[in-house]
């Protein structure tokens, strides 16, 4: 039987928030089990923010979550990094209202959770079985889930820009393989939308540092990790995501051309599909959360170059 894993140590990590520009720094601690990842704001109420879809309270450009208005931005990358190396529980206090973006990849987070090390906790992990497909989003840009084996995304990414163009990539997401190709894939955002963002309060932090920028025709970062590290990153982003069903899903994702809030709306199909409290509680979420931010979210979703931002 597959037991449920924490860290078996405390560990440290700081730099600026991609969107807010503003110093942060993250304290991963061992949690108990069946905690699930849990973050702690250093809000006067300490308040705790569980990564599930039911705290998903932004979707744009980034997965923000939120209790009570207090919130935590940016959490995608970590929380992909945690669920690829099978780390189930977890308490992540954050100073600062982001998770550092580091060099817009997993990698540090693997890094960090490496040096932290796995704990085994004596409690039985419950993979989310997908028993039956499904479908979220239009002719354009869709997400699907079908059965399978083991956990596997194929993705394409289709961007009309002679930098990115179309790339398709499809991956078995062991561990490793998350490690070696995926991982260390980076944030990527278009010169042409800076300002715009900047404006709206987004990618303050964004720099050649940490994030590959496009610009009118070429990269302007000296080079790419990978050939098609755009469309790695959508499958990083979505890793991400999926981790907030808080269970490993054994399916094989097929998308093409997703985003956050693509990604959430198939994480509540899923959720409403094959775990039945989902269903008793489904009225409850929709009455807790913010159903007129969550809607324009998925209506008004980006471009997929700006969405992996
Ligand atoms: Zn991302």
Not at 37 to 42: E, L, P, W
Not at 84 to 92: C, F, R, S, Y
Request: aromatic share 4%; proline share 6%.
């Amino acid at each position: 039987m597959d037991l449920q894993l924490t860290i078996r140590k405390r560990v440290t990590a700081e730099g600026i928030g991609l969107h807010s520009g503003q110093p942060s720094k993250i304290t991963l601690s061992p949690a108990p089990a069946d905690s699930g990842i849990v973050f702690r704001a250093t809000d006067p109420h300490r308040t705790l923010i569980p990564a599930r879809r039911d705290a998903v309270v932004d979707s744009r450009f980034a997965t923000t979550l939120g209790v009570n208005g207090t919130r935590v931005r940016t959490v995608e990358h970590l929380m992909a990094a945690a669920a690829a190396l099978g780390i189930d529980n977890l308490l992540v206090e954050v100073e600062g209202e982001e998770i550092p973006a580091m060099d817009g990849s997993a990698e540090p987070f693997v890094s960090l959770l490496y040096a932290a090390g796995k704990a085994t906790l004596v409690a039985p992990r419950r993979p989310l079985v997908i028993t039956w497909p499904i479908r979220v989003g239009d002719d354009g840009r869709w997400l699907q889930i079908l059965p399978s084996e083991d956990f596997r995304v194929s993705y394409t990414l289709d961007v009309d820009h002679p930098a990115v163009g179309t790339q398709a990539a499809s991956f078995t997401c062991t561990e490793q393989v998350f490690v070696e190709q995926v991982a260390p894939a980076r944030t990527y955002g278009f010169l042409k939308d800076v300002g715009a963002l900047r404006n709206n309060g987004l990618a303050r932090g964004g720099s050649l540092e940490n994030t590959v920028v496009v610009g009118r025709r070429a990269v302007l970062n000296t080079r790419l990790r990978y050939r098609d590290e755009f469309v790695r990153h959508k499958i990083l982003d979505l890793i991400g995501d999926l981790a907030l069903l808080g269970r490993p899903v054994v399916g094989h994702v097929v998308a093409r051309n997703a985003g956050h809030a693509l990604n959430h709306q198939l994480v509540n199909a899923i959720a409403e599909a094959f775990i039945p409290e989902a269903r008793s509680n489904r009225a409850t979420v929709r009455a807790l959360s913010h159903p007129v931010d969550r809607l324009e979210g998925v209506r008004r979703e980006p471009l997929p170059g700006i969405a992996a931002l």
